[in-house]
């Protein structure tokens, strides 16, 4: 996704589509074969039955994508900013609205319309239906951008030690509402209490990676990426096999800091790719480019997509090993929902982009 505010980095749309496709597998394989269950013997396949990991790498990005930006234009003004930021989210978000609220027209009250800002909590006309149940990230990224010109500000006058003493108050206050939830999981992974400090631990690594561009050397070897992709397996498996989200227990003490683990764990992940001093070349860097261009469409259609694919197929796939049924699937599905999307973001979305402008 190019920006009118920075210069285009294609590496950027690289890890945005792989936070989508890591979602979009995630879902695929719980609806045909995982059926929302822990899978603690899966260590090697953690990142794909704890795909939803996907949704911090997304929220980590944000944060490393605007503190870039305000680095380059620190004197971001708050209305030009929510004016992109709208334009960028909202026309779609409003479209899968619509399609709840309609799903749920027998149910609906004219509070519900309150919604639209609160997506992530309570019962939320979007959460009662998987095809439009991805949109409750909105509402949490939304509300990262009305404070996010500040926190920038801050952050730039007082240094990182300002936006590092935030980060460990914020897990103060994490560690306090593991006692007073009863439902402490779900809490961290779908509030701003548990997402929060993943922003703010994406802005603390644009300042890492604006300082290790001005090493000697500019760049990082490459042995840096297989690090941090062997740590996501691990963490990722680990969480699978002890503290998985799919476990009926609704508090795991472990989910009281996981959000601040997977939020430096993707900022390793990101802060490793985008200094790396080598590439991705040619084809397969021209589509991870276009898939993470049109992220944002693959990320709220695929459910759509998926949910109808389900319908007409599911009984097929249980009888066929995991596996294979996985890679059958996907070799359709993955094809079908980049089509879907495609057609959303150069019709839904970028008619609302061109509109943007500059943030100072």
Known sequence: MRSVNIQYDARLDHLRAGAALLVFFYHT???????WQPYP????AGWLVEGHSGVGLFFVLSGFLFMRIALGAPAIRWSAFMKNRLLRIFPLFVVMFVVATSIGRDNFGPADLLYLLASNLGRAPTSNSFMTGAAWTISLEFSFYMVFPFLARFTIQYGIGWLLRLIALWLLLRCGAYFFSA????MYYSTLLGRFDQFLVGMAAALLARRVSTLRERRLHGIWCVVAAALVVTLLGLLARHASYQLPQPKQPVWAVWGLVEALMWSFVIVAYTSWRGSVDGMLSAFLAMVGESSYSLYL???VVLYLFAKLTAASFEAVNWRMGMCAAIMVL???CLLVARLSYTTI???WLLMRSRYH
């Not at 439902?183 to 779900?186: A, D, G």
Request: neutral net charge; glycine residues 4%; proline residues 8%.
């Open 41 to 44: 013997h899966a260590f090697l």
């Open 301 to 303: 259609w695929h459910c």
């Open 334 to 336: 993955l094809p079908l």
């Open 29 to 35: 394989f719980h609806v045909l074969y995982g059926h």
């Open 183 to 186: 439902q402490s999981t779900h």
């Open 349 to 351: 979305e970028r008619p």
